[in-house]
């Protein structure tokens, strides 16, 4: 993960920029440019196999639409970021245009390995800060997913499961993911 500016960057300064490097993904958190590296292979199947499954619970149910990166989240007007999965409720469809405008109901950020850090500490914190109900982190390399539900605004860890295991979405409610599914 690298820093890009030295002060404080504006959404709208963000978009108008024309200067990233191809084979980067930018992110602005909390006014910082934040560049990393385009994902791996594995980080990419743990992406579409959870969407695939989520969105398969989320139109059996019609329950809303999930949508995969790149997507823009803009939170407010320092806070543009790109979940690898999220989740909007139909009834809050209308935070949807061209780009997300507000907080998404559910966010699954795949840890990488130059992401671990700002997926654990600075995403979370923009996700608590923004009212993201629920928040999954997946790390493939220890094969496990870990599910935060936003409980008196902060983060308590509802489910967690590792190889074998399943973990279960408060939010989507009857969601259980089998691990096994996620990282084959």
């Known amino acids: 993960m690298t820093l890009v500016a030295e002060r404080l960057?504006?959404?709208?300064?963000?978009?108008?920029?024309?200067?990233?490097?191809?084979g980067y993904i930018y992110?602005?958190?909390?006014?910082?440019?934040?560049?990393r590296a385009s994902?791996?292979?594995?980080?990419?199947?743990?992406?579409?196999?959870?969407?695939?499954?989520?969105?398969?619970?989320?139109?059996e149910k019609n329950l809303g639409k999930c949508?995969?990166?790149?997507?823009?989240?803009v939170f407010d007007n320092f806070d543009l970021v790109q979940p690898d999965v999220l989740f909007i409720a139909k009834?809050?469809?209308?935070?949807?245009?061209?780009?997300?405008?507000?907080?998404?109901?559910?966010?699954?950020?795949?840890?990488?390995?130059g992401t671990v850090k700002m997926d654990r500490n600075e995403k979370l914190k923009t996700y608590r800060k923004n009212g993201v109900s629920e928040y999954w982190i997946v790390?493939?390399?220890?094969?496990?997913?870990e599910i935060y539900a936003l409980k008196d605004g902060d983060y308590d860890m509802v489910s967690y499961g590792d190889e074998?295991?399943?973990?279960?979405?408060?939010?989507?409610?009857?969601l259980k993911v089998n691990i096994e599914a996620i990282f084959e």
């Open 39 to 59: 994902p791996n292979a594995e980080h990419q199947n743990a992406v579409l196999n959870i969407a695939a499954i989520m969105r398969a619970y989320v139109l």
């Open 91 to 113: 009834e809050r469809l209308n935070i949807v245009s061209k780009f997300i405008e507000g907080a998404p109901d559910l966010v699954v950020e795949v840890l990488s390995q």
């Open 67 to 73: 949508y995969i990166a790149p997507l823009d989240v």
């Open 9 to 22: 960057i504006t959404v709208s300064e963000f978009l108008e920029r024309d200067d990233f490097e191809e």
């Open 27 to 35: 992110e602005l958190i909390n006014g910082t440019i934040m560049k």
């Open 139 to 145: 790390d493939y390399k220890k094969k496990s997913i």
């Open 164 to 174: 074998t295991g399943e973990v279960e979405s408060v939010l989507l409610e009857g």
